[in-house]
Structures are given as C-alpha cells and as structure tokens.
C-alpha cells in the first residue's frame, strides 16, 4: 500500500528517457554517475557526509569535472540510493509525454551493469500520468535538469492526478493577497528569470550552471537547502548565488543568502574563485538595507510585475 504522506520524486531514465522501458520492465530504477562500486556499506543518512567522501572517487574518474558537477552528481546519487525511502512515488518521463509512475518497494542494490549499476526496486503503476495534466508550476520542477530531482512539495497535486481527477489551480486559503494576477506572476518568478536569464542585466556578465549542455544551476542543493540559482561569471571567476523571494523580502534573507554563499565558497568554488550573491525581491524595507548595507559581495534587485490587455 501507499505510505499516508509519500515522498515523490522525478527520476529520469537516461539521456531522452533511454533506459525508461528496461525500467519499467525490470521493476528498477538506476543511474551510475561514473561511481563504479557497491554503496551497501557507504551509505550514511547525511548526504553531506557521502559526498565529502565520493566526490574526490568522482573527480578521479572524470578528472575534466568541477567540484560543482561531482557535488550535484554525488547529491542524486545518495538521493536515489539513500535519500528516497520504501514507499515514495517516482514518475519517470517516458519520452512520449507521459510519466511512468511507481512505489520504491526496496533498499539500495548494486547490479554491475555500467550506467544502471545503483539500484532500487519499483513497482509500477498500471497507470501513467500525462504531463499535460500537471500544473505549470509542477511541470517547471519536473522538467528540471538533473536526474534526480525532489517534487515532494506538489504531493496533493501529484495524488490528485494518480488518483485520477483533474486539478484545479487555486490559492492556498491563509494566503491574503490585494492583488491575485500578481501572485500568480510571482509563482512563477523562478522559471520565468530563468527562462529569460540572457535578457537580464545579470545575464550580460553570468550564466546559470550549465553541465554538458544541461542547465543544472537552478534549485542547486546545499547543505542547508537548495539555492534557487547558482551562476557563474563569464570568466569563470565568480561564482553567484541568486536567492529570490516573493513580494517584500525580509532581513532574514540576508543570513539565508549567506549561508548558501559560505557552502558555495567551502565546498564548491575553486581557489581562483570568489563568490557573490544577488537578492530579487518585489519590495525591500528598512531592515534588510541595514543588513545588506554590512553584507559584503551581496547585491539587492528589485523584479516589476506588469501585466495588461491591448484591444485589437
């Protein structure tokens, strides 16, 4: 049976979904990230403690990587052996539009098959769920780069549409807005800033991450959370942590901020490389220009909401 509040997770099977029918028929999920050795015995419940660990074996395999790429690749590969539980839900796309959906039903396993080698067994659902069912906000998440990516935050959505019944898209009910078509801009402030990123003024000097052509940068995980964007100079010696916030942003943002940027330099930047960090927000306040105003190498901008209808 389904746990009461399961886990979900996007896992992709290879580039174009190339594995996803040897998935569905062996029962499995899988993935390798060039770490060619059983984890049965290596598999600490931190993640932070697994990649310290692996990412110097990944860096030794592929020697033309950066910390950034064996951190994030380290990162799923604990998620997908350790991080998801029995019981979770995993949509895997198929390639066709449609997501095949399943329970995890074991623990890690190593099977010593190349690219398929770290193991977990699925249970596949009968069903699968069309993607033009989702919501857009949960098609920007699952759509993300990466392999291995966490969706657990649309879990009434994702159950509704398992279930079988169409969603609506609504307002969460303690929310109180005086203008509901800007919330629903700003709901997608991430996806769009992406999407638009060259266009930007912070686009002419930094791109997001990008690893062999897949943009990796966004929702980049930490040890304290994920960092909504990880960009880097186009000389390659800035790394930049951008931290968006819907409407007004408070000063706590500012200690939020730094510490995803104490991680990025710690574990991530390179001895040549310095790292600076950018605050989006709709308003700002007194308190957080206080703060920012001791901040070293920590920028605020401001987003403007338009939206309006021409006659033709």
């Given at each position: ?6 886990g ?41 403690e ?13 020697p033309?990587?950066?910390k ?5 690749a380290c ?13 979770d839900?995993?949509?895997?796309p198929?390639g ?19 690219e398929?080698?770290?193991r977990r ?8 769920l ?21 969706i657990t ?8 549409l ?51 052509g ?14 909504d ?5 186009k ?27 104490g ?10 490389q310095?790292?600076?960090g ?14 920012l ?6 920028e ?13």
């Amino acid at each position: 049976m389904m746990q009461i509040n399961p886990g979900y997770y996007r896992i992709m099977a290879g580039a174009k979904s190339v594995f996803a029918q040897e998935f569905l028929e062996g029962g499995f999920i899988a993935a390798n990230w060039n770490i060619d050795q059983d984890l049965t015995h290596d598999l600490p419940d931190d993640w932070r403690e697994f990649n310290h660990r692996f990412i110097p074996v990944y860096l030794e395999a592929l020697p033309d990587k950066t910390k950034i790429s064996a951190g994030l690749a380290c990162g799923m590969l604990h998620t997908l052996s350790k991080g998801i539980k029995q019981g979770d839900i995993i949509l895997t796309p198929r390639g066709d539009g449609h997501y095949l959906v399943g329970k995890v039903i074991s623990d890690y396993y190593y099977v010593p098959s190349g690219e398929l080698s770290h193991r977990r067994k699925v249970e596949w659902f009968e069903q699968t769920l069309p993607r033009e069912m989702m919501s857009q906000e949960l098609k920007n998440s699952s759509g993300s780069a990466g392999a291995v990516c966490n969706i657990t935050k649309y879990a009434e959505e994702l159950k509704t549409l398992i279930d079988g019944k169409e969603t609506v898209e609504h307002l969460e009910p303690d929310e109180v807005l005086e203008d509901p078509t800007a919330f629903a801009l700003e709901k997608h402030l991430e996806h769009f800033l992406v999407e638009n990123w060259s266009k930007t003024e912070l686009g002419a000097t930094y791109d997001i991450y990008t690893e062999e052509g897949q943009l990796v940068g966004q929702q980049y995980p930490s040890d304290t959370g994920p960092i909504d964007i990880l960009a880097i100079s186009k000389d390659k010696k800035t790394l930049l942590v951008v931290e968006l916030k819907r409407g007004r942003a408070s000063d706590r943002v500012v200690g939020q901020i730094q510490r995803y940027m104490g991680y990025v330099k710690d574990e991530l930047a390179e001895a040549d490389q310095q790292v600076k960090g950018v605050i989006i927000a709709l308003e700002d306040d007194l308190r957080i220009r206080r703060a920012l105003s001791v901040a070293q190498n920590i920028e605020f901008y401001r987003y403007q909401l338009s939206f309006k209808l021409n006659k033709s």
